[in-house]
């Protein structure tokens, strides 16, 4: 009995001496299996990783959309109203103008008027006070009309210019060059950039 006993007692130390001496680095994570311990780590596909970035992806907010709505529409309108603003400019400049030089043609032959008369004066009366009142007038009213933007245009001893001159009569004359005014029959006058009224000339050659 003796002997049973003793070869008992060996076997249990053998066997606790052998589970602690067990390795337990391989040993599975409690509950999993060792080949899903094995899946586990190993990576997802990429194209699963792209199915979870774009499921989870954020949707644009309606309000941001509706914000860049209402900035493209006021871009526009401000566009709309810059070109607006531009073409009005332009046509009450246009619409200045043509208002000026019809003021301006209508002063025109008042201008010719006192140009005639003060020509008529004889040479003993042009000290008298009706001819100086006359000169004096006429030089404010050439002067006013200057600093409005009139001038007028140059024709004799110039070349013909269709653009400026008119030309009424033509005559030959050997101390004047070809095509060249001798005589300006009725003055011609500018509104800034523009003919009011073309010069009445005699041409040469």
């Not at 792209?50 to 566009?79: C, H, N, S, Y």
């Not at 005639?116 to 004889?122: H, M, Q």
Request: proline residues 4%.
């Amino acid at each position: 009995m003796k002997d049973e006993e003793l070869k008992k007692e060996d076997e249990a130390l053998k066997t606790e001496q052998e589970t602690e001496d067990a390795p337990n680095a391989g040993e599975p994570a409690e509950g999993c299996t060792p080949e899903e311990t094995e899946e586990g780590t190993e990576e997802a596909p990429a194209g699963e990783k792209e199915e979870k970035k774009g499921f989870f992806k954020k949707k644009k907010d309606p309000r941001d959309e509706k914000i860049e709505e209402l900035t493209d529409r006021v871009k526009r309108q401000m566009a709309e109203f810059e070109n607006f603003r531009k073409r009005t400019d332009k046509e009450k400049s246009s619409m200045y103008e043509m208002g000026a030089k019809d003021i301006i043609e209508r002063i025109l032959p008042v201008i010719d008027n006192f140009e005639r008369g003060l020509a008529t004066v004889p040479e003993d009366a042009k000290g008298t006070p009706l001819a100086e009142g006359m000169e004096k007038i006429y030089k404010q009213l050439s002067k006013t009309l200057e600093e409005a933007g009139v001038k007028a245009i140059e024709a004799v001893g110039r070349e013909f210019d269709p653009n400026f001159h008119n030309a009424v009569m033509h005559v030959d004359d050997d101390s004047l060059g070809e095509n060249i005014v001798a005589e300006e029959l009725q003055k011609g006058y500018m509104y800034r950039d523009s003919v009011v009224r073309h010069s009445m000339v005699k041409v040469a050659n």
